[in-house]
């Protein structure tokens, strides 16, 4: 089976410009989570998604930052505009969301530089 | 920001040696897994627990969920240069069935042949 698909894999953008990172889940997974990756902060959840609607975005850092789920097999995490404290590596993940024990499934991220 | 204490923060060990990680924390748990991070890639899930006491393994790794379900252990024998990579204990809160989880700060572990 394939797992979760993240695409780009790598984003360098100039500061100031639109990003745009996309996330295929597991096929059947309900829930879908976007992380974000730092040195400093370790794993931080953005936002996460139960069958297409966010429960939780308390974790998006500002309202440069949004996320949607159109489908069950699709979803996006925009930056606009991007600055250079938002260079990370941005994690998808889906699981079996609403089943009690369900652990997560990561994607291999997308590594985003903004210059 | 993690909530969770974990440690060691690296090891240096030679191949053919034990490893043994713990995660901490102040709040109650019901799942505590344990993932592994390679270079350019995602968490991979190694081991997941779901109640106090158990202690479960996958091949050469072992983890326990602690009785207090304030904390888990991971011993990984025999160490193999593949065993190289970062491995991050996860906890997810008793009220949250979401499968949002907190995340330690992960443990590097480095093997030399």
């Known amino acids: 089976d394939a797992g979760v698909i993240q695409s780009p894999r790598h984003e360098v953008t100039e500061m100031g410009q639109e990003v745009t990172l996309r996330c295929k889940p597991i096929s059947g997974h309900n829930s879908l989570f976007w992380y974000r990756q730092t040195m400093m902060r370790g794993l931080e959840l953005l936002i996460y998604f139960n069958n297409n609607v966010p429960i939780d975005d308390s974790g998006m850092p500002e309202d440069r930052f949004s996320a949607k789920m159109p489908n069950a097999s699709f979803s996006t995490l925009k930056i606009q505009p991007s600055e250079p404290r938002d260079s990370a590596v941005y994690f998808c993940a889906s699981s079996l969301g609403g089943q009690g024990n369900s652990p997560l499934h990561f994607g291999n991220g997308t590594r985003l530089t903004v210059t | 920001g993690q909530q969770l204490n974990q440690s060691p923060q690296s090891m240096f060990i030679q191949e053919g040696e034990d490893v043994s990680m713990n995660c901490t924390s102040s709040?109650?748990?019901?799942?505590w897994l344990w993932y592994k991070q390679e270079p350019g890639e995602g968490p991979v899930l190694l081991i997941a627990l779901y109640k106090a006491g158990e202690l479960t393994s996958n091949g050469r790794l072992t983890a326990q969920f602690g009785i207090t379900r304030k904390d888990s252990f991971l011993n990984i024998s025999a160490s193999i240069p593949s065993d190289v990579g970062i491995y991050f204990c996860?906890?997810?809160?008793?009220?949250?069935?979401?499968?949002?989880?907190?995340f330690g700060a992960g443990t590097q572990v480095v093997v030399t042949p």
């Open positions: 709040s109650i748990f019901n799942t």
């Open positions: 996860a906890g997810q809160l008793t009220t949250d069935s979401w499968g949002k989880l907190q």
